[in-house]
T-cell receptor
Framework: DVKVTQSSRYLVKRTGEKVFLECVQD?????MFWYRQDPGLGLRLIYF???????EKGDIPEGYSVSREKKERFSLILESASTNQTSMYLC??????????????FGDGTRLSIL | AQTVTQSQPEMSVQEAETVTLSCTYD???????LFWYKQPPSRQMILVIR??????QNATENRFSVNFQKAAKSFSLKISDSQLGDTAMYFC????????????????FGKGTHLIIQP
C-alpha cells in the first residue's frame, strides 16, 4: 500500500514564525501536492511538484513556499505564519505510470494552529 | 478554471438504505477525470471511485456506483445498502488530463457532503 506520512498530526505555532510541514511518500511517486482544508471550503491546492526541484503554484500559493530536494520528500513552508493560515494541511502523491493520470494518495493531515 | 459544486452540505439516512450524493462541475476541458473521496473522522482521505470522461460506462466499486452525465456535467455517487462505516465527509473532485500523466495539475474539490448513516 502507498504510504504518505506527514511529520506532525497537530502543530501549534506563533504568528511571525517560520513553519515547516514535512511530507514523505514511500512509493517513488513523481508528483506531490499540498492542500489546505477548511470547513465549508473543501480542499484547495496550494502547491504541487512533478519532479525533484520543480514546483508549480496551485490556487492559493500566497504566503507559502515549497521545497522538493529529494523525490520522496515535499515540504511546505509558511514564511511568516499568520492566524489566517490556521487550517488542516493535507499532503498527497501520485505516479505517472501509464500516463493515465493516476489517483492521488493522501496523508493523515496536519492540523496547524497559529496563535 | 474548473469548479465543482456539491449542493448538499449534509445528508442523513438509515442503515441499509440507498443514498445518492450530487455533484456538478464546470469545465471547458474535454479530457478529464472525476473522483469521489471519502474522509472519515480519522481524517484519512480515501479514494472511493474514479471515472474517466472518455468512458461512457459508469464506474462501479462494490456498493458504490456513479451516474456520470457528461453533457449535463453531473457526477453523482450512489451508495447502496449503506453501512454505519459509510459515515464520513464525501468530496467530489475534478482533474483535467495532463499530457505528462500522473495528475500533475492537482485536484479541484467540491466543498463536501457530510453523510451520516443512522443505526
Amino acid at each position: 500500500d502507498v504510504k504518505v506520512t506527514q511529520s506532525s498530526r497537530y502543530l501549534v505555532k506563533r504568528t511571525g514564525e517560520k513553519v515547516f510541514l514535512e511530507c514523505v511518500q514511500d512509493m517513488d511517486h513523481e508528483n506531490m501536492f499540498w492542500y489546505r482544508q477548511d470547513p465549508g471550503l473543501g480542499l484547495r491546492l496550494i502547491y504541487f511538484s512533478y519532479d525533484v526541484k520543480m514546483k508549480e503554484k496551485g490556487d492559493i500559493p500566497e504566503g507559502y513556499s515549497v521545497s522538493r530536494e529529494k523525490k520522496e520528500r515535499f515540504s511546505l513552508i509558511l514564511e511568516s505564519a499568520s492566524t489566517n493560515q490556521t487550517s488542516m494541511y493535507l499532503c498527497a502523491s501520485s505516479s505517472d505510470i501509464g500516463y493515465s493520470n493516476q489517483p492521488q494518495h493522501f496523508g493523515d493531515g496536519t492540523r496547524l494552529s497559529i496563535l | 478554471a474548473q469548479t465543482v459544486t456539491q449542493s448538499q452540505p449534509e445528508m442523513s439516512v438509515q442503515e441499509a438504505e440507498t443514498v445518492t450524493l450530487s455533484c456538478t462541475y464546470d469545465t471547458s476541458e474535454n479530457n478529464y477525470y472525476l473522483f469521489w473521496y471519502k474522509q472519515p473522522p480519522s481524517r484519512q482521505m480515501i479514494l472511493v471511485i474514479r471515472q474517466e470522461a472518455y468512458k461512457q460506462q459508469n464506474a462501479t466499486e462494490n456498493r458504490f456506483s456513479v451516474n456520470f452525465q457528461k453533457a449535463a456535467k453531473s457526477f453523482s455517487l450512489k451508495i447502496s445498502d449503506s453501512q454505519l462505516g459509510d459515515t464520513a465527509m464525501y468530496f467530489c473532485a475534478f482533474m483535467k488530463h495532463s499530457i505528462t500523466g500522473g495528475g500533475a495539475d492537482g485536484l479541484t474539490f467540491g466543498k463536501g457532503t457530510h453523510l451520516i448513516i443512522q443505526p
